[in-house]
C-alpha cells in the first residue's frame, strides 16, 4: 500500500507526485522523491524498481522479508534493513523497515508492523536546512526513529528485571521467578537479535569509504551508532544479571531443600530413638526383668517420650526444627 509520494528540492516540500512521476524528478537537479509502503506487493516493488531502478537481489531480499538488519551497497545505491519492535501483551513483536537509498531518492517499505512512520516525515519536513542534506539525512530520520523506539523496551525489561530481583528472596517464589527470568531472558535475546548487527553495519555510514549519499550526515549516523551501542551494552548488563540472578535463585530452591532435608532428617533421628526402645523391648527374651516389672510399661513410655523431647529440644535449638 503506497503511504505517500513526495518531492523535495533545497530541502523543501515540492509536492505530492504520482508514481508516474517519480523518473522526472528524481532526473531534476537538487532534487529527491520519498515514497513510503505499508506491506508492498509485489506488483508496487515492481513499479518501484521501474521508477528508481532498483537492483533486483535488494528487491528481492525486500519481497522475501524477514532479513537480518543490514546494510548493502549496490553501486551508488544502498540497501538498508532496520527491524521494529513493538510490545504487545507482554510479547515483542517484530516487524521490519526496508529502506532503499539513492542520491536522489529514498523508498522505505514497512512489513509487520503498527508503527507509523509520518512524524518523521513532518519532523524532517520542519527542518529544511537539515532536509537539504538529501536522502542521506532521511536514512538517518528513519533510523533514528526505528532505533529510539527501542528504549522503552530497554526500559521495560529493567523494569521488569528489578521486580524480579525483589522477589527472589521471597518464599514459594522460586518456580515462578525461574520462569519469569527465562521469559525476560528470551525478549532480551530477541531485541539483542535486532541491535547488534545492525550496530555492525552501521559503521559503514560514519568514518572511512562512505557512500556518497551519506557524507553529508556522517556525524548524525555516528550519534544513531551510539544509541545502539548503549542499548547493546544495556542489554548485555541486564542478560548477565539475569544470568546471576537464575544462579541466586537456584541457590535459594538448593538451601530450601536443605532446610526440608534437615528437618526430615531431625524427625527421622527423633523416631529412630522410638525405633531402638520398640526394638529392644520387643524382643521377649525369658530374663529380661522389665518384662514382669509392675510398672515396666509407664516406665518405658516415658523414657521414650522424655528422649524424644530431649531430641526435639536439641534439633530446634541448632535449627534443624
Not at 530477541?190 to 556518497?212: E, F, Q, W, Y
Not at 525369658?286 to 523431647?309: I, V
Request: charged fraction near 25%.
Amino acid at each position: 500500500m503506497l503511504i505517500n509520494c513526495v518531492a523535495y528540492q533545497h530541502g523543501h516540500k515540492l509536492a505530492d507526485i504520482p508514481v508516474a512521476d517519480i523518473s522526472d524528478h528524481i532526473a531534476e537537479p537538487d532534487t529527491f522523491v520519498w515514497v513510503a509502503l505499508k506491506d508492498a506487493k509485489d506488483d508496487e516493488l515492481a513499479v518501484m524498481q521501474h521508477e528508481f531502478g532498483l537492483h533486483e537481489l535488494a528487491v528481492e531480499d525486500a519481497l522475501r522479508g524477514h532479513q537480518r538488519p543490514k546494510i548493502e551497497e549496490y553501486g551508488d545505491s544502498l540497501f538498508v534493513v532496520v527491524k521494529t519492535v513493538e510490545m504487545v501483551d507482554d510479547e515483542l513483536v517484530l516487524g521490519e523497515i526496508d529502506i532503499f537509498v539513492g542520491n536522489n531518492y529514498v523508498l522505505s517499505s514497512r512489513q509487520n508492523s503498527a508503527q507509523s512512520f509520518m512524524g518523521v516525515r513532518a519532523r524532517t519536513e520542519r527542518e529544511p536546512h537539515l532536509l537539504q542534506h538529501g536522502s542521506g539525512f532521511v536514512l538517518y530520520a528513519l533510523m533514528d526513529a526505528a532505533v529510539d523506539r527501542y528504549f522503552p523496551i530497554v526500559d521495560a525489561f529493567e523494569e521488569e528485571l528489578e521486580q524480579i530481583e525483589d522477589s527472589i528472596f521471597m518464599q514459594q517464589t522460586q518456580r515462578a521467578n525461574i520462569q519469569r527470568l527465562y521469559e525476560l531472558k528470551r525478549k532480551v535475546m530477541t531485541l539483542r537479535h535486532a541491535v547488534a548487527p545492525l550496530l555492525d553495519a552501521i559503521g559503514k555510514l560514519h568514518g572511512g569509504r562512505v557512500p556518497s549519499m551519506c557524507l553529508s550526515s556522517q556525524e548524525y549516523f555516528r550519534d544513531v551508532h551510539d544509541h545502539l551501542a548503549r542499548i547493546n551494552g544495556t542489554l548485555d548488563t541486564i542478560r548477565d544479571t539475569i544470568g546471576t540472578a537464575i544462579q541466586v535463585n537456584l541457590s535459594m530452591v538448593a538451601l530450601d531443600e536443605g532446610e526440608v532435608n534437615k528437618r526430615l532428617a531431625a524427625y527421622a533421628a527423633i523416631f529412630a530413638v522410638l525405633t531402638a526402645f520398640a526394638g529392644i523391648w520387643g524382643m521377649n527374651f525369658k530374663n529380661m526383668p522389665e518384662l514382669d516389672w509392675r510398672y515396666g510399661y509407664p516406665a518405658a513410655l516415658t523414657l521414650m517420650a522424655t528422649t524424644c523431647l530431649l531430641l526435639y529440644r536439641r534439633f530446634k535449638r541448632a535449627g534443624w526444627l
